[in-house]
């Protein structure tokens, strides 16, 4: 059971989901969506946007069967300890993957732009160390941390994004609707991957006082990950064209790169944005790795979940030091989040609530609606 002074209110859900989802892999979204999608590309994922919103949906369900009670509770209850606890382990394991690589692509893409003469370690180092210091805060830490930085990432971005629509060729786009059916088989896969951590949602859900009230706020948080992630595909496909979009790795900040404002005294607006950008990065990995502690404090029967996180950025530091290079880290990326993804978001919450149905486990009353 959660403790009453480690709650989050609806607003900080909404901020989670956002922070959590868009990260660092938004300046590539647009290559993945041009490679894939196509010319319609920013349509789809509009559509998957909108999909993943019922999606979400079946996990609030999920957890407002369990009010009171996380998913690292509820689910051993559901389908036995000794089993739940495994089964929380290996996500546990999956989540510290997806740390790994969120922060060695990070570094990559600040080394490129930012630091190029800063070492690898150093950058990796310090981001881990520091998402330590605010872990072991808990889950009010984590959720305050979140709606703080919400304004001061999303505002200046969009402020520094508009001076580059005069050079938008939307003509880029066309012909909108040409092909859409293969577009639309081809990027499915990679829907996992381009709303992977919506299924935080499970965790985050439980330290709500009342989780029936979470509809709303992840409803809305997805609408705005969608329209970001509709934005940012249209600006880079009408600025680039799709072939050119599908061949650059990170076509979001050579469209900022290009912009040209008459009298900025700033020469690099990509600096700009990198340097906000670690703000989304760091809440990424913090939402991240609150659940990895929290999930070890359920499994190991221990009162607080501080003591885990320094040990547990070992790891992550080691995993995210064993790409050789950029290729191989979005190589190993890709099988991950296309297939284990899948696995998370989509197949367990729709096994984990048939089984609760058949077993009877659960409040009796659907008070969701």
């Known amino acids: 059971m959660i403790k009453n002074n480690d709650q989050i209110s609806p607003y900080q859900l909404a901020m989670i989901v956002i922070m959590t989802i868009i990260g660092v892999s938004v300046f590539n979204i647009v290559h993945v969506i041009a490679k894939f999608g196509g010319n319609n590309g920013w349509i789809i994922v509009a559509a998957l ?37 495994l089964l929380v382990f290996i996500i546990c394991g999956y989540i510290t993957f997806n740390l790994s690589y969120e922060v060695r692509e990070f570094t990559e893409v600040a080394k490129m732009f930012l630091l190029p003469r800063t070492p690898t370690e150093i950058i990796m180092f310090a981001l881990i160390l520091v998402g330590v210091y605010v872990v072991r805060g808990g889950v009010e830490s984590v959720a305050r941390l979140v709606e703080i930085t919400f304004p001061i990432l999303f505002i200046p971005f969009f402020l520094l994004m508009i001076p580059g629509f005069s050079n938008l060729e939307l003509t880029n786009l066309l012909p909108i609707g040409s092909d859409i059916g293969t577009g639309f088989s081809r990027m499915i896969p990679h829907a996992p991957h381009v709303f992977r951590g919506m299924e935080y949602i499970l965790f985050y859900i439980g330290f709500m006082e009342k989780p029936q009230k979470a509809y709303k706020p992840v409803a809305w948080s997805l609408a705005f990950v969608t329209a970001f992630y509709t934005l940012v595909s249209i600006i880079g496909l009408s600025s680039f064209g799709v072939k050119s979009a599908a061949k650059d790795m990170w076509p979001l900040l050579l469209y900022i790169r290009n912009i040209s404002v008459p009298g900025l005294f700033i020469e690099r607006l990509d600096g700009i944005v990198l340097s906000l950008w670690v703000i989304t990065v760091f809440t990424t990995i913090i939402t991240g790795f609150f659940i990895v502690t929290y999930s070890l404090s359920k499994i190991l029967n221990t009162k607080e979940q501080k003591q885990y996180a320094l040990p547990w950025m070992i790891i992550i530091y080691y995993l995210a030091l064993q790409p050789a290079s950029l290729a191989e880290l979005y190589k190993w990326g890709d099988w991950a989040f296309k297939y284990v993804s899948s696995i998370f978001i989509y197949v367990v919450p729709v096994v984990t609530l048939l089984i609760a149905a058949i077993r009877r486990k659960g409040a009796k009353k659907d008070e969701d609606f």
């Open 49 to 85: 946007g909108i999909a993943h919103i019922f999606v979400a949906f079946m996990l609030v369900r999920l957890s407002c069967k369990f009010p009171g009670k996380t998913f690292p509770e509820y689910i051993q209850e559901i389908i036995g300890v000794i089993p739940g606890k």
